[in-house]
């Protein structure tokens, strides 16, 4: 069985992307890794260069600025490395630039690959989410984050990168034949410093948004206010191994009460029903094979 990881990446130094962990969280399942290094304003391709040179193949891409709806450009930037992976290999692990895999689920993904490794009905494997937010004590509760999705898909190039590149789909718009895996993903794309957020938010709300737009929702700040959530709860976990050392250099603080619930009203129904097993309005771009 062999195995190539992708990703795609730019200005990840200037909005402080966890995209070095990224990798390394996934070069202990992967032969190869492609990255797709977009036109950064700083030394972007000088990290990825650096982090394990003998692995890692670079594919130097230019972001197209104008694709302004849905975020589409993230898309584009991820099946230029998806479309470059050699045909010898089986499975292609997807991770994003704040996306890693914590060292104790390697073996558990290991072994579905390797279990579904003949089962051509089966085109990816499907991934539950842990979406750290204002700080890596906190994990988002309500229904604005997405509870699972898709990160590792069979090597057919039929296989596509759906909308903002959350997901996948393939052969004109057909949803992936999934499996689930029994691990997470750690999202850590809303733990930053307060100003590299902002920063972040101001930027990358030009990938969905017009400026007019951009202008009226987006506040201008020095820094983002964190304060605007709904619902958290606390992180009693470990933190993946190669995150440790950006954990230990965490240089702000953020409080958030618990017993605070801005929940609407039909996700805590949601919340309630989840308890006895059902599972309403989420949004499912996959079909998870039963047997």
Not at 93 to 103: K, R, S, T
Not at 108 to 129: E, N, P, W
Not at 196 to 204: G, L
Request: some cysteine; overall charge positive; glycine content about 4%.
């Amino acid at each position: 069985m062999k195995v190539c990881g992708f990703t795609f990446i730019r200005n990840a130094i200037k909005f402080d992307y966890p995209v070095k962990e990224a990798i390394l969280s996934i070069l202990p399942l992967c032969d190869e890794i492609v990255v797709a290094v977009g036109n950064s304003e700083d030394n972007t391709l000088d990290l990825i260069k650096n982090i394990a040179p003998n692995k890692i193949k670079i594919v130097e891409t230019v972001w197209d600025d104008s694709l302004r709806v849905g975020g589409r450009v993230l898309a584009v930037e991820t099946d230029k490395a998806f479309q470059t992976i050699a045909d010898n290999y089986d499975w292609c692990f997807y991770i994003q630039g704040d996306e890693v895999i914590h060292e104790k689920y390697i073996d558990t993904i290991r072994a579905s690959m390797q279990k579904h490794l003949h089962d051509k009905r089966v085109d990816g494997l499907l991934f539950k989410y842990l979406h750290f937010y204002g700080s890596y004590d906190y994990v988002g509760e309500s229904y604005r984050w997405y509870r699972k999705e898709i990160r590792i898909v069979r090597n057919n190039k039929n296989i596509y990168s759906f909308r903002d590149a959350q997901g996948f789909r393939k052969d004109r718009d057909k949803i992936l034949r999934v499996k689930p895996i029994d691990a997470f993903i750690y999202h850590y794309g809303w733990v930053k410093d307060p100003a590299a957020m902002q920063k972040k938010q101001e930027e990358f709300n030009k990938l969905w948004h017009d400026d007019d737009w951009i202008n009226k929702n987006v506040r201008k700040a020095d820094e983002f206010d964190y304060s605007e959530i709904d619902v958290l709860k606390s992180f009693d976990g470990t933190h993946p191994e190669v995150m440790h050392e950006r954990v230990a250099k965490t240089n702000w603080k953020f409080d958030y009460d618990l017993s605070c619930n801005k929940m609407k009203f039909k996700d805590k129904l949601k919340k309630f029903f989840e308890k006895f097993g059902f599972n309403f309005g989420q949004y499912e771009n996959y079909k998870v094979l039963k047997h």
